[in-house]
């Protein structure tokens, strides 16, 4: 989906805070929005990740005042706390927040430690539950300040994961099926007490960003240890030899490679789309049109018929390819 021509409605002197800006969807989010002329402030996670940034900023002659780069770990109540406190201190004008921080590991439900659980739902479902705790206020204050504009907005960064689950990303996949039941429960407490802020959830499809990019280039090696690295120890060899052993693996990594990413540009550009826009839809889904087509099918299909086509069907399919590509063993 392409970008919206609405008109844009963020006042010159409102903020925008943006999560998870050290690469990839974030940082290419906050030059262009401040490239417009936005106020941005950049949580950045590590200093390497800020100085970077400001690189950017100074190559694309962006004014600092219109990109500030912050410390924040969306783990912590004190970075969130901060970032609440640097939004009062210019003004407490906070117009969006997008939730964007996210990380992503391999596991299956069978074997998936569950320190990789708690790692990835710390990330990507409770940080923009402590967010959007902590700057609700000012979003709120905003929005009863300036009645004559659209509402604010929280904008959180989903993932189709979150919508239709597939095979070995089972942390990552909860993670984010959570992150839209908390989105929807957060929208509809805040239209019941009649809060004029607005709550979007943006779902993209596998797209070429550093959280996706690296398990398009690793070695047929590197695929068997990362699997490996993604179950709990004392059940790698059961698990390595009940999922296809690792012949299949090597094979899989190599065979994934095929498959087409969404370019990453084309979700930065309908993020901020519902940054500026008065009337953000709540949810949309940002895909290949292929793809697109073919979820909103399948989220249509019943249950069982939605597991024949995605797990069953590929499944014999890729099973009898591996076996014709080892030589009919």
Request: charged content about 25%; some cysteine; hydrophobic content about 40%.
């Amino acid at each position: 989906m392409g970008a919206s021509s609405s008109k844009a409605i963020v006042p010159s002197d409102a903020v925008v805070v943006i999560t998870g800006c050290d690469s990839g969807f974030g940082r290419m989010l906050a030059l262009q929005l401040a490239g417009k002329g936005l106020q941005v402030l950049a949580g950045c996670l590590t200093s390497a990740g800020q100085a970077g940034l400001k690189d950017d900023i100074t190559t694309r002659g962006i004014s600092e005042k219109s990109l500030r780069t912050f410390s924040l770990d969306v783990t912590s109540e004190v970075d969130a706390k901060k970032c609440a406190e640097l939004v009062e201190s210019l003004g407490g004008k906070l117009f969006a927040l997008v939730n964007n921080a996210g990380i992503a590991e391999g596991g299956l439900v069978e074997a998936c430690p569950i320190e990789a659980y708690k790692r990835i739902f710390e990330v990507n479902t409770l940080g923009p539950v402590r967010m959007s705790r902590h700057l609700l206020p000012h979003l709120r204050n905003f929005s009863t300040a300036h009645l004559d504009l659209p509402p604010p907005r929280i904008i959180m960064v989903s993932s189709l994961a979150g919508i239709l689950a597939g095979g070995g990303l089972a942390a990552y996949c909860a993670s984010k099926a959570a992150l839209e039941s908390i989105s929807d429960t957060l929208r509809r407490e805040l239209v019941r007490f009649s809060h004029r802020v607005s709550v979007s959830i943006i779902e993209p499809s596998y797209a070429n960003t550093p959280i996706v990019t690296p398990a398009h280039s690793v070695t047929p090696e590197q695929a068997v240890e990362k699997f490996k690295a993604g179950t709990v120890p004392e059940l790698t060899a059961r698990v390595v030899r009940d999922y296809g052993g690792e012949a299949r693996i090597r094979w899989k990594s190599q065979k994934d490679k095929e498959f087409s990413l969404l370019p990453a540009q084309t979700v930065v550009d309908v993020i901020a789309d519902h940054v500026t826009r008065p009337d953000p839809p709540i949810r949309t889904m940002v895909a290949l049109p292929r793809d697109r087509r073919g979820v909103a099918l399948l989220l249509r299909l019943p249950d069982r018929t939605v597991d024949w086509l995605i797990a069953e069907l590929p499944g014999r399919a890729e099973a009898e390819e591996f076996r014709k590509a080892v030589g009919g063993q």
